[in-house]
């Protein structure tokens, strides 16, 4: 069995004295992990770092194998991203919701978005949009996606402003006012891929509609807690943008 693809690293593992298992998210092939020998040498240490985008060559006797990964770099992003809080967290955050997915599965659209989000996690505000919707995304592959595109009560799709808790179905400001209260406010860019965020609070906005539907589709089905990663990266969101600091506790009731 072989393979060659494009990847970017999620992280790695000590595997014996001299050797590390490499976790990569493929173009083609999903999430995919795989034995470099010698990835804990001085020479290879640098390359296996997460955020960077490396050629892959995977070999096995049988597809059910560990196998063997090659690896030559295609960019080193590593270094740039531990640099930067927004980044660092973001690619963490990123790389726990693929780890929800079977291995192997391929996600073509999630890889693609992984790369966009390490290629513009300079600027804070669309790194913080483009994490929410690679989760709207996430919810879509794990089979619970949301209906952002026209209004449940009316067919319209203009002026949507809600998302009904219930069916995960936009609602539209007017049709939705009498209810406000126990809706979800959907900021402007989730509605339109055009749009961009405009502020901290139309992404801290994003991320408590998406946390909704992750906590009862995902997270408490599987008796799990919501990724560290999150808190981190809404910490450094909201630092970078406004110099303040969000505590857990303030994190869990934004979120």
């Known amino acids: 069995m072989e393979w060659h693809d494009e990847g970017i690293i999620l992280g790695t593992r000590r595997h ?7 976790e990569l998210m493929t173009r083609e092939h999903g999430r995919h992990m795989g034995l470099v020998r010698g990835g804990r040498s001085r020479r290879m240490q640098p390359l296996l770092q997460a955020g960077n985008r490396v050629d892959v060559i995977w070999r096995a006797r049988i597809d059910e194998h560990l196998g063997m ?16 809080p927004v980044a660092l967290y973001g690619l963490q955050l990123a790389a726990a919701h693929l780890r929800l997915l079977p291995e192997r599965d391929p996600h073509q659209n999630l890889f693609e978005t992984l790369a966009i989000i390490l290629e513009h996690c ?24 949301l209906d952002l595109k026209r209004c449940a009560s009316t067919g319209s799709d203009q002026n949507l402003t809600y998302v ?12 939705g006012a009498p209810w406000a209260d126990k809706l979800l406010a959907m900021p402007p860019f989730m509605v339109n891929s055009s749009v961009r ?49 969000i505590s857990s506790s303030e994190t869990s009731q934004l979120l």
């Open 69 to 84: 990964m090659q690896v030559e770099p295609v960019s080193f992003s590593a270094a740039r991203l531990i640099e930067q």
């Open 164 to 175: 009904s808790p219930k069916s995960g179905r936009a609602v539209s400001r007017d049709a």
């Open 122 to 145: 300079e600027d804070t505000l669309i790194a913080g949009e483009l994490l929410v919707r690679f989760e709207v995304m996430m919810l879509e592959e794990l089979g619970f996606g």
């Open 197 to 245: 965020a405009a502020s901290l609070a139309e992404i801290i906005a994003g991320f408590r509609l998406t946390s909704f539907f992750f906590t009862r589709h995902v997270w408490e089905p599987r008796a799990q807690k919501p990724p560290e990663a999150r808190d981190g990266f809404l910490n450094a969101v909201a630092r970078s943008l406004s110099n303040s600091v």
């Open 16 to 22: 014996g004295e001299t050797s590390a298992i490499l």
